[in-house]
């Protein structure tokens, strides 16, 4: 069964650049049914899709979060990875990675533990 | 705003049958997907491909579909299901979501 496990730091200052990571395992970053996600949840809020990419570097961002997102992928480290620059306290959120297939799916999708990051000096 | 609509709260008794819709117009040609929510957790896939239930997860929980709704319908609630739920989609561009439906069960 694919597992995503995410890492990267809980705290980031504003104006700085959060960084996350998932790694993928149970299956590959690579496959090309695979796409792989990044959403997140403020306080008490609901679900905000955040961007999507495939291993092949095709990517999708959110219209609202264009500006300041980008994903990558290392398919050697088994891995995709998600930037937020220029961060604010409405950056404040707990951060999933998720990994779903198109156009159907044969297999659930599956989603990391979250990250809580708070933006904060 | 959410692309897909679920009503915000549903209440159950114990042992009866709760339906919790989504309806949106990407539902039409895409599979619906179904998250449960407890406080402090992540969010666990219940219901996958409209009607596929993972391997791990209660027959309790079933999903249909019909045109531009899905729903998911959860029998003999029990005070364990108290929880968030929240419907999605997968479309080629992007991930769309429900705004959630709190459940209680009393």
């Given at each position: 069964?694919?597992?995503?496990?995410?890492?990267?730091?809980?705290?980031?200052?504003?104006?700085?650049?959060?960084?996350?990571?998932?790694?993928?395992?149970?299956?590959?970053?690579?496959?090309?049914s695979y796409y792989w996600a990044w959403?997140?949840?403020?306080?008490?809020?609901?679900?905000?899709?955040?961007?999507?990419?495939?291993?092949?570097?095709?990517?999708?961002?959110?219209?609202?979060?264009?500006?300041?997102?980008?994903?990558?992928?290392?398919?050697?480290?088994?891995?995709?990875?998600?930037?937020?620059?220029?961060?604010?306290?409405?950056?404040?959120?707990?951060?999933?990675?998720?990994?779903?297939?198109?156009?159907?799916?044969?297999?659930?999708?599956?989603?990391?533990?979250?990250?809580?990051?708070?933006?904060?000096? | 705003?959410?692309?897909?609509?679920?009503?915000?709260?549903?209440?159950?008794?114990?042992?009866?049958?709760?339906?919790?819709?989504?309806?949106?117009?990407?539902?039409?040609q895409k599979y619906g997907r179904w998250?449960?929510?407890?406080?402090?957790?992540?969010?666990?896939?219940?219901?996958?491909?409209?009607?596929?239930?993972?391997?791990?997860?209660?027959?309790?929980?079933?999903?249909?579909?019909?045109?531009?709704?899905?729903?998911?319908?959860?029998?003999?609630?029990?005070?364990?299901?108290?929880?968030?739920?929240?419907?999605?989609?997968?479309?080629?561009?992007?991930?769309?979501?429900?705004?959630?439906?709190?459940?209680?069960?009393?």
């Open positions: 069964q694919l597992q995503l496990e995410q890492s990267g730091p809980g705290q980031v200052r504003p104006s700085e650049t959060l960084s996350l990571t998932c790694r993928v395992s149970g299956g590959s970053v690579s496959s090309a959403i997140r949840q403020a306080p008490g809020k609901g679900l905000e899709w955040i961007a999507t990419i495939h291993h092949t570097g095709a990517t999708q961002y959110s219209p609202s979060l264009r500006s300041r997102v980008m994903l990558s992928v290392d398919t050697s480290k088994h891995q995709f990875t998600l930037k937020l620059t220029s961060v604010r306290a409405t950056d404040t959120a707990t951060y999933f990675c998720a990994g779903y297939q198109l156009p159907t799916s044969f297999r659930p999708d599956s989603w990391g533990q979250g990250t809580l990051v708070t933006v904060s000096s | 705003s959410y692309e897909l609509t679920q009503p915000s709260s549903v209440s159950v008794s114990p042992g009866q049958t709760a339906r919790i819709t989504c309806s949106g117009a990407v539902l039409a998250l449960q929510q407890k406080p402090g957790q992540a969010p666990v896939l219940i219901i996958f491909k409209d009607d596929e239930r993972p391997s791990d997860i209660s027959e309790r929980f079933s999903g249909s579909s019909s045109g531009t709704t899905v729903t998911l319908t959860i029998s003999g609630a029990q005070a364990e299901d108290e929880a968030d739920y929240y419907c999605y989609s997968a479309t080629d561009n992007n991930l769309v979501f429900g705004g959630g439906t709190k459940l209680t069960v009393l």
